[in-house]
């Protein structure tokens, strides 16, 4: 039989705010343990939270980049549960009156997956589990300001999954609101899944796997499931709804872990909280804040720059990248041989190296190399230099005497005796005028020791053999 795999992901991401979302102990990550913290955030009895504005904002901001509609009236509640992570004993979060509603990503394939809602929300502890000592818990990231972004199961395949929460990524990442860094559990995801037969309207029972932070484990997660479920049907069993209890089920443990709804958790409105209002005026103005986002970015680069979309796509992946990109092409009106540039030799260094050139280190060799002052080749050396260093692409070329400060003459001086001492490939010319010719130009170029213009020096060539 032929299945069908639903997918719907809940994606937290920590908001890149500098203070807490109700205290204003400082949102820190790798702080000593326990030292961002106050009554507020530990959950202290009579401590009394206030809603940090600049988390709403960006909330705000992370749902006009995906395309929501803002709510006039978002309301705090608190969801009840005890976890030794959630002091309080239960967490402030979002239910009936989100921020955010709709929205959507459209995939490479041109599926749309549509967002339910995104909400905002306080991050709890964490629990450090050592065989020695047991386990502690850090309060630390308890109160941390989280977006949970909630989508419809429009997806279907691991592969889907990845793109979405890739894209989704990016879009936070370039608006600032979040800067999405998964290894340190910025960024984590959890995936419901179900199937269905092929076609069919009705879904399946689902499981949820939880805190899934890297783009390994969401893939793998989701085969994995996926293949334990059709076993599981196909063998005549039926799915639980259950969390986390994708390779261990039985039956007493279901009952125990089964997946909570909504009314388990007994949501009601924070009496500390007044209900937030949000005006369209300040949405207007959280709006103009927006930067060009990765997809319109990509549209600019392929019909302003007429960039290939292969570069435009590659330059998008990554906000330091474009950002760079940009600022290379208000230097020099060159978008290609930057993206050329850019594309072999920036990339090749960044696969172990953070980025240690500036746009105006760049464009200098670009444009020495383009007016011909110095050679391709001396070009890529230069840029080999420049690397980590604040000197300037002039002054390096001058030092270490790239600069092709020869006449016309003096070059066709020096081609005409390299042609003399090599009698003998002449009339191989006729042949094989292009082996013939790369030899004569390196040559030249050894002569020259890589300054002369390799271009004037075969347009001389070609005329000279004809
Ligand atoms: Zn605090």
């Not at 929300?121 to 630390?140: F, P, Q, R, T």
């Not at 979040?178 to 899944?193: S, T, W």
Request: aromatic share 6%; proline share 4%.
């Amino acid at each position: 039989m032929d299945w069908d795999v639903v997918i719907g992901l809940e994606v937290h991401a920590e908001l890149n705010t500098n203070s807490k979302v109700f205290c204003s102990c400082k949102n820190e990550y790798g702080s000593a343990p326990n030292t961002n913290c106050c009554p507020v955030c530990i959950g202290l009895p009579g401590a009394l939270p206030v809603l940090n504005k600049q988390a709403v904002k960006y909330t705000i901001k992370a749902g006009l980049a995906l395309g929501c509609n803002i709510n006039d009236i978002a309301i705090m509640e608190r969801k009840n549960y005890f976890y030794p992570d959630l002091s309080k004993a239960y967490q402030i979060s979002q239910l009936v009156k989100p921020i955010c509603l709709n929205g959507g990503i459209k995939l490479s394939n041109g599926k749309f997956v549509r967002l339910n809602r995104i909400h905002l929300e306080e991050d709890a502890g964490k629990l450090i589990h050592n065989e020695n000592i047991g386990s502690l818990i850090d309060y630390n990231r308890g109160g941390v300001p989280l977006i949970e972004i909630v989508t419809e199961p429009d997806i279907s395949s691991a592969d889907e999954a990845v793109e979405f929460v890739t894209k989704l990524r990016n879009t936070l990442i370039y608006t600032g609101v979040a800067q999405c860094k998964m290894e340190e559990g910025g960024m984590r995801c959890d995936v419901n899944l179900s199937i269905k037969p092929k076609g069919s309207e009705t879904f399946g029972t689902r499981t949820e796997m939880k805190n899934l932070n890297s783009f390994k484990m969401i893939e793998r997660a989701i085969k994995v499931e996926t293949e334990r479920q059709i076993d599981l049907i196909e063998g005549g069993g039926k799915v639980v709804q259950e969390t986390r209890r994708w390779d261990d089920v039985n039956e007493e443990t279901v009952a125990m872990r089964s997946k909570e709804t909504s009314q388990d958790y007994r949501y009601f409105p924070d009496p500390d909280i007044l209900a937030v209002t949000i005006s369209r005026q300040d949405v207007e103005d959280i709006r103009k804040t927006l930067p060009l986002l990765p997809e319109q970015l990509k549209d600019k680069f392929v019909n302003e720059y007429n960039l290939p979309e292969y570069d435009a796509d590659v330059i998008i992946k990554d906000k330091e990248i474009s950002t760079f990109y940009l600022k290379c092409v208000e230097l020099l009106n060159e978008p290609k041989q930057i993206s050329n540039w850019l594309m072999t030799n920036v990339l090749a260094k960044l696969k172990d190296d953070t980025l240690q050139i500036t746009p105006k280190q760049l464009t200098d060799i670009i444009s020495l190399v383009l007016n011909r002052k110095i050679s391709k080749q001396n070009g890529v050396e230069l840029f080999e230099l420049i690397w980590g260093t604040t000197d300037d692409a002039l002054k390096i070329a001058t030092n270490k005497k790239m600069i092709n400060d020869m006449s016309a003459d003096e070059l066709y001086k020096i081609i005409d005796e390299i042609l003399v001492n090599n009698p003998q490939v002449i009339p191989q010319y006729k042949t094989e005028p292009d082996k013939i010719l790369n030899f004569l130009t390196g040559q030249t170029m050894r002569q020259t020791k890589g300054k002369a213009d390799s271009k004037l020096v075969r347009e001389y060539l070609i005329n000279k053999l004809k």
